[in-house]
Structures are given as C-alpha cells and as structure tokens.
C-alpha cells in the first residue's frame, strides 16, 4: 500500500477527530519533505527571517567519533550523578525535585562518567544509522555512526505527545521539558524518530538534550557574550569537541557560522526527512578523517 | 453443613494464596516504581511489560462495559441475570488497569495536574486519560444503584455515559498507538489501532465473563432456576463470542496482509515473534476457542466454555504483548542494529512480577465480591426484564 498517498488523509482524519473536541491547537502535519539542508533553509528562513533560532551543525568529514561530546553533555548537565542501583536513588522520587537536585550539586570535574549509567541513558549518544548517503542526497547508502541527540525539531512530534503540556518547543527554537511537570508516561520518547528523549529513573520523569539553556541564557544575558562563538554562551558539546567539528548559531542570521556551514555545503542534511519532523540539526555528510 | 465448612476452609485457602501473590506482585510494583534500574527499558523500548497488562484490563473493562450496557440499558435478556457480575468484573478490572499503570509511570500523582488544566489537547493520552477518569466515576455511580436499589432511574443513564465514556478511551488508546510514525508497526495501518482495540475489547469482555460465570457453575451452590439461567446466558455468550473471534480473526488476517511488507509485520510474521503470533495469538486465540464453540452441543459444556474462554484470554493477553513490544522493540526508522532484526528486551523480573500483581488482585477482588456481594439474587432482576 502506498503509504503517501493513503495514509496521510488519514492520518489527518485520525488526528482531527482527536482534536475535535474543542481543540484549537493544531498539530503541524508534514509540510514538505526535503533532502538538503539548503532546501530546509530557504523555507525556514523564508517564515521568519527575523526570529532568533538556534541550530547546530555536526560536520561528520571532520568527528571522529571520539565521544568527548558524550563526555562533556554527562558531565555538564550532572548526567553522571544518576548512579545506577546505589541505595540513595532509592525512594528519591518523591522526596526530591530534579531542578533542586541539579541546582544543589555542583559538577565534580574528577569522576569519569562512563562508569556510572548506561549510555543509552546519555542525551548525547553514539547512534548507528542505517541508509545515511555517503555524500549529499546521493551516494552510496550505508550504516554509520553518528553523536546523536535531540534534532530540536520545528515539527516535534514529542511535543504533540504530551498529555501534560510539559514540552514544548520555544520561541528560539529550543525544545524543553519542565521535570515539574512531567509524570513520566514516555509517550513522547515513544514519538520521538531519533531516540532522543531518556528517562531518568532517578527522578521518574523524561530528560533530554536542552542544547544547554542555561549557557544560552547567559550569552543572551551579557552583552560581550555572542551565543556559539564565546564559550561561556556554547553548548558544552560543541564547545569541546577537539576536532571543531560541531557548530552553534542562529540559523536565521546569514552570517552566523551555522547558516553560512549550512547554505554553502550540498552535503549538509538533515536525519530522517521523511519523518516530516523538520530538525534544527544538521549533518554534514562525508568521509570520516 | 459440613459440606459449607469444607467449602469454606477451601475458600479461605484460595484467599489467602491469593493474598501471599498480590503481596509478592506488590513487592515487585514498589520495586518498579521506586527503585531506579529495575525496569529494562530504554529510549528506545520506553514502554514494557507493564503497560501490556494495563492494557489487557482496560481491554477486558471497555468489553465487559459494552456487556454491561446490553444488560441494563438496552435489557438483552439473556445477559440480564449476569449485569451485577458484569459490573463488578467491569470495575475491577478497571481499577486494577488504572493502579497497574500508575505504578508503570514516573510519578503518577501528577496526573492531578489534567485538573488544574495543565492539557495538551492535541495529545491522544489526555483524552484517554480523561475518558478513563470520567469512565470510573460513572461505573461507580452505576455499582452504587445497582448493588443499593437506590436512585434506579438513574441506572440507564449513567449506563449509556459509562459506555461512550469506555469506548471513546479505549479507541483513542488505539489511536495513541497509531499516530506514531516513528513506530512503524503501528502507524503502517493508521486507522486499524482504534477499530481492533474495540473489537478485541469485546471478545475479552465476552472471555472474562464467560470464564467467571463457568467458574461459578463449577463452585458454587446455586438452586436450580439459576443454573438454568446462568446455561441460558452462557449460551448467548458463546454464540456472540463465536462472532466476535471471527471479526477478531478477519482483523489480524487483514492487517497482517496489508501490512506484510513491512519489516515490522514481518518479524511477527515471520521472526523472533512468529512462535507468539501463530501458537497463541492464532491458535489458541482464535482457531482452538472456534472449533472448541461451533458445536452446540459440545461448546456449551462446562469443559468446553471454561477452556475456550481461557484460551482467548491468553490469545488476547499475548496480541498486546506482540502490539506493543513488537511495536517497540523494532528500532526507530533510522537507528541500526549491529546483527539484530530488533531491540533486546526481555521483561525484568519485577516488571513480571507486575504481571502477577495484577491478575493476583483482580482475582483476589472477584473472589471476595462473589463471595460477600448480592450477585446471585438476580432470578427477580430477570422478571423485571421485558
């Protein structure tokens, strides 16, 4: 059966019955799909050239896969204190809040974070991805291995998932969760194409990459910071990839490293198109040094 | 007299086994939903072994809802002398369903939080979530004035909101699933979740209660009107159960042929899930159930009901199972598998524990309401009837 053609009326058909009943939030169905991050540019742009929205670029010709960005977002974003079966996680659900918790301990530099939770429970994570072009939208298609972590998407389908209204994506682009607010069903991490989202046993709600708001905030706060160019206002990920290969900016400005990465590479994609998600992460696709 | 005693010494034993089964199942809940690390899921299997038994008892609760409604509102004769079993079976199913998934999520109390209208409205699980909380209320409503005499011309109504309440939160729970795309499996055929989820709701009302009410032929002391009654309700149960495993059966067949390119129908079909699908999901669940009931004369044995009855919920419990881990444990459209056709996931021990949680407590409950409930005094309630 040909899905294009059938299932996406009904999907529409489905959607709006659930929406029937007084809603007046729509969900965004799938506006295009596209293959090159330049095409995504032109229309993305094009909606609202003004708007502050914040991308990241993953230059696959220069990573090497070496996880120093895995390292960093565990270490930044206190991942490592989510020690697995030790007695103190017990019964913290309740009695603990996960921005108290994150907010009272400060990041010990000296503990090596691989030991500690399983990967797969990181928000920066090694992915293999299968069908991935060589180079461009053509080329050879075949497995590789990618940093992977929330494509913060225009489209999120998490977002549209939540029954709690505790995700969303803000207006510079940034999708959230508030962890005072989730109930930790997992319907979104059931939505989510990339395998993004994670659930902190610990505090019995869903986590994921939040391209380090507080270092965005920061930037946007202080007048000599520039978001992605001073480090202090970088997501720690991209700040400390040894091989330069990953990029923070505003899309929407032309001159921003990200956009210029973006408009001037035919190699430049986005995963998963046909998802119809419209990620705000863009890969540059190539031979690995 | 002695007999009674015996009787009751027998009871008091199956109680307390129960009791000893729900307290280790309890034992297994508190672990899943306090201690971190106990639960083998992940960003890509977020959902697991507990949230097939929820669904297997919402499923039997919307079925036996339906039952309910064509007992006291629409006075089915047949099912007359069964709706204060149905209705209790209705309620504890449901109750059990709901504890079963508040034990299954991270924090549960924030649920609260639909009420202070913090909603997503575009998100299938609010509306669930809605249906079911409102679903509760009326079937409460309807046990209070069944099992009290009391405001009896409410019974209809509130029979009729619990209904559309219950139908409506079980086929939105289908279109939870199958507006996923990320999960092929379910999206692949994005109108058929809801309709099956309705569909096979029916067959395990119909298999509930069909396994009680034999079990309580083979029981209990009943006077001879009521097993006549009870023979005659059996035998309408048997036939509508028959109906409902032939539409059950024309759903898997259609969607397992429309959706059989995929690879996520393939590995039911054909992979690690295939000994699942064809052993209890079509043989036990629906072949054996079929040619146990066509018989008139042998399906509506004893034997034949209870086996049959038990069958189909076995079928039905493993359909969720493939639905929901099949659905899960296939990888996301993108991620590859180093040599494997899908995510490892095996249940950890206390979320099979969950399981012996549930079915332990809605055993339990059942037993204890047939046994101090005014359930077997509905030869008055069948002269009611037109």
Redesign the interface.
Same mark, same amino acid.
């Given at each position: 059966m040909n899905k294009k053609l059938s299932g996406l009326s009904r999907r529409e058909f489905l959607k709006r019955i659930i929406t029937a009943a007084g809603a007046t939030v729509t969900i965004g169905g799938i506006s295009y799909v596209a293959t090159t991050g330049q095409e995504i540019l032109e229309k993305v742009v094009a909606k609202a050239p003004e708007k502050t929205q914040w991308a990241r670029v993953i230059d696959l010709t220069k990573c090497t896969r070496c996880g120093t960005c895995v390292e960093a977002c565990v270490k930044e974003n206190r991942q490592h204190l989510y020690k697995k079966k030790s007695k103190e996680w017990i019964n913290k659900r309740y009695s603990e809040s996960y921005a108290d918790y994150y907010a009272n301990n400060p990041m010990p530099s000296d503990e090596r974070p691989r030991d500690w939770i399983p990967s797969r429970l990181y928000w920066n994570k090694m992915v293999t991805y299968s069908g991935i072009p060589s180079k461009g939208a053509q080329g050879n298609r075949k497995n590789i291995q990618i940093p992977s972590t929330c494509m913060h998407c225009r489209n999120p389908p998490c977002v549209a998932a939540c029954p709690l209204r505790a995700t969303w994506r803000r207006d510079d682009g940034v999708v959230v969760v508030d962890q005072d607010v989730c109930m930790g069903c997992r319907a979104c991490i059931a939505a989510c194409p990339y395998g993004a989202r994670v659930f902190s046993e610990r505090f019995g709600v869903v986590t994921k990459c939040n391209l380090c708001k507080h270092r965005i905030k920061k930037g946007k706060e202080s007048d000599e910071l520039t978001v992605g160019e001073d480090p202090e206002a970088t997501p720690r990920c991209d700040l400390d990839c040894p091989f330069d290969a990953r990029f923070f900016g505003n899309i929407n400005d032309p001159n921003s490293n990200v956009a210029s990465k973006v408009a001037n590479n035919p190699n430049a994609v986005v995963l998963l198109p046909e998802q119809g998600t419209d990620p705000s992460t863009y890969y540059i696709l190539g031979e690995k040094p | 007299m002695n007999k009674k005693q015996t009787l009751n010494k027998k009871l008091l034993t199956w109680v307390i086994s129960l009791i000893i089964l729900v307290i280790i199942g309890a034992w297994g809940a508190y672990n899943t939903?306090?201690? %971190?690390?106990t639960?083998n899921? #992940?960003?890509?299997v977020?959902?697991g072994l507990g949230v097939v038994v929820y669904i297997f008892f919402v499923l039997c609760t919307t079925g036996l809802c339906v039952l309910s409604a064509m007992a006291s509102v629409f006075k089915i004769k047949p099912l007359v002398p069964l709706k204060r079993r149905i209705l209790y079976l209705a309620t504890i199913t449901l109750v059990v369903g709901l504890i079963l998934i508040a034990i299954d999520?991270? /924090?549960? @109390? +924030?649920?609260t939080?639909?009420l202070s209208g913090? *909603?997503?409205?575009? &998100? %299938?699980? @609010?509306?669930l979530?809605m249906c079911y909380g409102g679903y509760l209320i009326f079937l409460l409503i309807e046990d209070f004035i069944e099992f009290t005499g009391a405001f009896k011309k409410f019974l209809a109504p509130a029979g009729i909101i619990a209904v559309v309440l219950a139908i409506s939160a079980h086929s939105?729970m289908g279109? @939870?699933f &199958?507006?996923?795309?990320? +999960?092929i499996l379910w #999206? &692949?055929?994005?109108?058929y979740e %809801?309709i099956f989820f309705i569909v096979s709701a029916i067959v395990s009302g119909l298999g509930v209660l069909i396994f009680t009410t034999t079990g309580i032929l083979y029981l209990k002391d009943l006077d001879q009107d009521l097993r006549m009654d009870y023979r005659a309700s059996l035998d309408f149960l048997r036939k509508m159960l028959l109906v409902m495993i032939v539409v059950e059966g024309f759903f898997i067949t259609w969607h397992s042929i429309?959706a059989a390119n995929s690879s996520a129908m393939k590995m039911i079909l054909f992979g690690d899930f295939a000994p699942l699908f064809w052993i209890f999901e079509v043989l036990f669940g629906l072949a054996v159930p079929f040619a146990l009931l066509i018989s008139p004369k042998f399906g509506n044995t004893k034997s034949a009901l209870l086996s049959s009855s038990f069958l189909t919920l076995i079928g039905l419990f493993v359909v969720r199972y493939n639905l929901v881990i099949g659905g899960?444990v296939r990888p996301? %459209?993108? *991620?590859?598998? /180093?040599g494997l056709s899908h995510v490892p996931y095996v249940p950890s021990l206390y979320e099979s524990l969950l399981v012996v949680f549930g079915f332990a407590l809605v055993i339990l409950l059942a037993t204890l309401c047939e046994r101090f409930l005014p359930t077997d005094s509905e030869k008055k309630l069948l002269r009611e009837a037109p």
């Open positions: - | 939903l306090c201690v %971190p690390g639960e899921l #992940s960003n890509l977020p959902w999520a991270g /924090k549960p @109390l +924030r649920a939080g639909i913090h *909603i997503n409205l575009a &998100s %299938p699980m @609010l509306w979530t939105t279109a @939870l &199958s507006v996923l795309d990320a +999960r #999206s &692949s055929v994005e109108v %809801p429309v899960m996301l %459209p993108g *991620i590859a598998l /180093k």
